[in-house]
Nanobody
C-alpha cells in the first residue's frame, strides 16, 4: 500500500514559480513510474509530467520547457518545479503512479496563478 501526500501549492503571480513535493510511503518506491496530474475547475484530471524510476521524463506540450519533474528515491519524494506560471496553470495538482492507481489519490495541492 502506498500513501501519497502533496504539498507546496499556493497563490502566485503570473510569471512566478512554485515547487511541489509528493512524499510517498511504502516500499519499492524507486520502481514506480510516477507522475504529476492536475485538475482545473470544471475539467478532467490530466497527466502533465511523468518520470521513471531511472529518471526518464516526459511532459505534455502545455508545460514543456516550463515545468521539471524530478525524484529523490532515497527520500521517496517526487518534485515538480514550475516556472513561468500562467493563469491557465491554476488547478489542483496531484501525484500518483503512471498509469494512476485509483486507491492512491491524495488530497492534492491547490495552485492558483493570478495577479
Amino acid at each position: 500500500q502506498v500513501h501519497l501526500v502533496e504539498s507546496g501549492g499556493g497563490l502566485v503571480q503570473p510569471g512566478g514559480s512554485l515547487r511541489l513535493s509528493c512524499a510517498a510511503s511504502g516500499t519499492m518506491f524507486s520502481r514506480y513510474r510516477m507522475a504529476w496530474y492536475r485538475q482545473a475547475p470544471g475539467k478532467q484530471r490530466v497527466l502533465i509530467a511523468a518520470i521513471t524510476g531511472g529518471g526518464t521524463t516526459n511532459y505534455v506540450d502545455s508545460v514543456k520547457g516550463r515545468f521539471t519533474i524530478s525524484r529523490d528515491n532515497a527520500k521517496n519524494t517526487v518534485y515538480l518545479q514550475m516556472n513561468s506560471l500562467k493563469p491557465e496553470d491554476t488547478a489542483v495538482y496531484y501525484c500518483n503512479e503512471a498509469p494512476p492507481s485509483p486507491n492512491y489519490w491524495g488530497q492534492g495541492t491547490q495552485v492558483t496563478v493570478s495577479s
